[in-house]
């Protein structure tokens, strides 16, 4: 149960992943309500992805439990399926194919009925300011433009929960602003409760209600970001908080940047 006493949108206790010896996720436990908006915050290579894909079943725990929109992701996990929408951190959509073909798949992949489909697909396209690039191939979208065609697949079914695995990577800051105003109102408009990890303090800033810090598999800290800056003292900002829980993170940091320059490689070169 949440703290108002209501069935939280997200409820994890232990949750634990192990890769033959390795520890990815070391018995996370934490709970989101319903509505909020909450960040996965860490290091590449934190458990983050690993975390987001037990929760979307993708992965099967080690142990541990969670329950998303009330259902358990192993006993239930077609109900949790109905409930969420996922986006991962790299590009899922088909460059092939136009928007409205990319949507029209979703739909069919979510279930959505029949008569309804195309009605859902016209209102996520506007929603997400796409309407009139509907017909134009994917492959002649900007990076921003795929994101917001795959948030607007995410959510054709009315899912309660949204994933969203680095939603703004490689992005300018143009179209990054124009993620964020997106995810205000899905969860504004919607109701919907929105979990997403980012390397971007000021995204933390502009858009989450709380956070997660993740170091080495374990969460060091959950809290707003205001509370965290204030245990850290008068004028921090949320790089000080990263940097006062990831302190053994400078070592590390090599191999860190090495994958995130890979990811993004990665990802522009699939949508190119
Ligand atoms: N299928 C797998 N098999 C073995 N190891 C894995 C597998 N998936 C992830 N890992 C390892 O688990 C650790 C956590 O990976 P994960 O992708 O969850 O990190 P992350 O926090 O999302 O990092 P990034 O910020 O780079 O996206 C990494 O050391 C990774 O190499
Ligand atoms: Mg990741």
């Known amino acids: 149960m949440g703290k ?78 109905k409930n969420i929408g996922y986006i991962p951190q790299l590009v899922s959509s088909d460059g092939a194919l136009t928007a409205r073909e990319n949507l029209l798949l979703s739909a069919r992949l979510y279930g959505v009925p029949r008569l309804e489909q195309e009605e859902r697909i016209r209102e996520a396209l506007d929603f997400m300011g796409l309407g009139q690039f509907s017909d134009r191939l994917v492959s002649s979208y900007s990076g921003g433009m795929i994101r917001r065609l795959e948030i607007a697949q995410s959510m054709l079914h009315r899912p309660s929960v949204i994933f969203m695995d680095e939603p703004t990577v490689g992005l300018d800051p143009v179209a990054r602003k124009a993620v964020w105003d997106h995810v205000r109102e899905l969860r504004g408009k919607y109701r919907m409760t929105i979990i997403l990890t980012t390397h971007y303090m000021d995204e933390v800033e502009e858009l989450c209600d709380r956070m997660a810090l993740i170091h080495y598999g374990q969460i060091v800290a959950v809290d707003t970001p205001a509370k965290l800056k204030e245990g850290i003292g008068k004028g921090a900002t949320l790089d000080d908080v990263f940097s006062k829980y990831m302190s053994n993170f400078e070592e590390n940091s090599e191999g860190g940047n090495y994958s995130e320059v890979r990811r993004n490689r990665r990802s522009i070169a699939s949508r190119s």
């Open 4 to 81: 108002n006493g209501k069935e939280p949108a997200l409820d994890v206790e232990e949750l634990e992943k192990i890769f033959g010896t390795f520890t990815a996720v070391d018995k996370v436990s934490f709970t989101v309500d319903k509505g909020e908006v909450f960040a996965l915050i860490g290091p590449n290579g934190a458990g983050k992805s690993t975390i987001i894909k037990m929760l979307t079943t993708l992965v099967p725990p080690t142990s541990g439990t969670a329950k998303v929109a009330g259902y358990d992701v192993v006993k239930q996990s077609t109900e949790v399926r």
